[in-house]
């Protein structure tokens, strides 16, 4: 069974750039997630994805940041304008549903550094 | 407010020396705590999920155990391939994971 798909692995900008990730979760899974992981700290959660509508996006700078995930699948994360503390890697994570306990699966990543 | 915290945030182990990895939590309403292992430049990987006090999973060198307050992840005679650092996280009535900073291991052949 293929696992969570994401790109690109790697991305560096200036700040003020913008950017864009994307990620194709593990088949058959309708929640989806991103989380920000910033060097030496455990992932935070960024927004959570049930099929295509928003579960949670409180901790989402919605100032800069943006998601969508169109027909319940693909779903990609933008910065706009990008600063220097964005530079983190950024995950995206699924599961079969919003169940209690349930394992959510990770990709390899986006390595992010903002100059 | 959920709060995950492991320590220590580094540990180094000769091959063959067995250890122990703690994770303390507060949580409201506990609904699971994770254990998962991240290589350098690598997304997390599963390893556990408990849900109870008193629960105790094994995988290989691992076992993962829980209380009410925290649970440990021993490692017995670990090998060089088991460094790594391992990620504690908890999910609450919030439903979100919460994750502590990780233990990074590593183990000298």
């Not at chain 1, 058959?28 to 049930?50: D, R």
């Amino acid at each position: 069974e293929a696992g969570v798909a994401q790109s690109p692995r790697y991305k560096i900008i200036e700040k003020r750039q913008s950017v864009a990730f994307w990620c194709n979760p593990i088949s058959g899974h309708a929640t989806l997630y991103w989380y920000q992981q910033i060097l030496g700290q455990g992932p935070k959660l960024l927004i959570q994805f049930q099929n295509n509508g928003v579960v949670d996006d409180s901790q989402l700078p919605k100032d800069r940041f943006s998601a969508e995930r169109l027909k319940g699948v693909d779903s990609t994360l933008k910065i706009q304008p990008a600063k220097l503390e964005d530079s983190a890697v950024y995950l995206c994570a699924s599961s079969l549903g919003d169940r209690e306990g349930e394992t959510q699966y990770f990709g390899p990543g986006t390595r992010l550094l903002v100059l | 407010e959920d709060q995950v915290t492991q320590s220590p945030e580094a540990l180094r182990l000769q091959e063959g020396e067995s250890s122990s990895l703690n994770c303390s939590y507060t949580v409201s309403g506990l609904r699971g705590l994770f254990w998962y292992r991240q290589d350098p430049g690598k997304g997390p990987e599963f390893l556990f999920t408990l849900y109870s006090a008193g629960e105790e999973k094994e995988k290989e060198r691992l076992k993962a155990t829980l209380t009410k307050k925290e649970s440990f992840l021993h490692i017995t005679a670990p090998k060089p391939e088991d460094s790594a650092t391992y990620l504690c996280a908890v999910r609450g009535s919030s439903y979100k994971l919460i994750f502590g900073s990780g233990t990074r291991l590593l183990v000298r052949p």
